[in-house]
């Protein structure tokens, strides 16, 4: 009974509260909330919350790349790559595990590559016996010792025929100073290849002194440090009419060396003194 008695003050007294809030009075946070509970009362149940679904995520579809227009390579090209490949593999496998089946492994591979080769090697070689042009060793300079003698006469044969009239348009420049033995050692080959060749020495010495055979000597008057020569015996092929200067060489020449060399530098007199230096004797 006291329970009941008391239930009843309890919801007597609520029921005052809500009596004495005026009306004009608008509800603000959590009292309002309160205060809305309390009128809903006990009997009452939300339904449940309705949740939209979730829209399917679809995913663009893929870009399609194009297609090589270009020519193919050969089957043969891709299998020598994936043989390639394949053989660096197997060799890594092989030294980093040098077990023996991996060792093995490598050195079968290795061994099949060698025999394709071995065998584009032979046919090769048989194909260029039937086709001189495509023959290495009858093109330029032969590999044979019989053959590359007579090639050698036969190339200082026509050097010495181009080289027969040089002399008319064209001289040698010898640089030299009078206590050097090599210049001294010097003089009676370029003395030689002179007469042989009827082409014209002039003797320069960057000292004063001479050398035997060269007695009409001219004193360096600059030309030496104009041309950079810093080493002695040099040798410059020098055209008068253009003023036009080429290296020959530094140091002791053979006379088949001088051959070669000025032959080499005679058909290509104006461009190599160009390149080289950009000067001429007209110029200082």
């Given amino acids: 009974m006291r329970r009941y008695q008391y239930c009843l003050t309890v919801l007597l007294a609520c029921g005052a509260v809500h009596a004495q809030v005026p009306a004009s009075v608008p509800a603000q946070g959590h009292a309002a909330g309160a205060q809305a509970a309390v009128r809903r009362g006990w009997h009452f149940y939300d339904d449940p919350a309705r949740y939209e679904p979730q829209k399917e995520i679809v ?23 994936d043989l390639q490949a394949q053989l660096e593999q197997v060799k890594a496998v092989a030294v980093m595990n040098p077990t023996v089946a991996n060792v093995r492994r490598y050195m079968e591979l290795e061994s099949k590559i060698v025999r394709n080769a071995s065998l584009f090697a032979d046919l090769s070689q ?3 016996w039937a086709n001189p042009d ?11 010792a019989q053959a590359l003698e007579v090639f050698e006469q036969v190339q200082m044969q026509e050097r010495y025929s181009a080289l027969a009239n040089i002399g008319s348009d064209h ?21 030689a290849f002179s007469t042989k060749y009827r082409i014209q020495v002039l003797p320069v010495s960057l000292d004063g002194g001479a050398v035997p055979g060269f007695t009409n000597a001219r004193t360096d008057n600059g030309t030496a440090a104009t041309l950079n020569v810093k080493q002695v015996p040099a040798l410059f092929l020098a055209q008068p009419i253009t003023g036009r200067i080429m290296p020959v060489g530094f140091g002791v020449l053979s006379e088949g060396q001088l051959v070669e060399r000025i032959d080499a530098l005679r058909p290509r ?3 190599t003194a160009e390149t080289l230096f950009g000067k001429t004797l007209s110029s200082r």
């Fill in 134 to 144: 495509l023959d290495p060793t009858t093109q330029g300079r032969p590999v044979n």
């Fill in 126 to 128: 048989k194909v260029a």
């Fill in 59 to 81: 995913s663009p579809a893929p870009v399609a790349l194009p297609k090589p227009t270009g020519p193919q390579p050969p089957p043969e090209v891709k299998a020598l790559r």
């Fill in 269 to 271: 007199a104006v461009e």
């Fill in 171 to 191: 001289i040698l420049m010898f640089f030299f100073r009078g206590d050097c033995p090599y210049c001294h050692a010097y003089g009676p080959v370029l003395r």
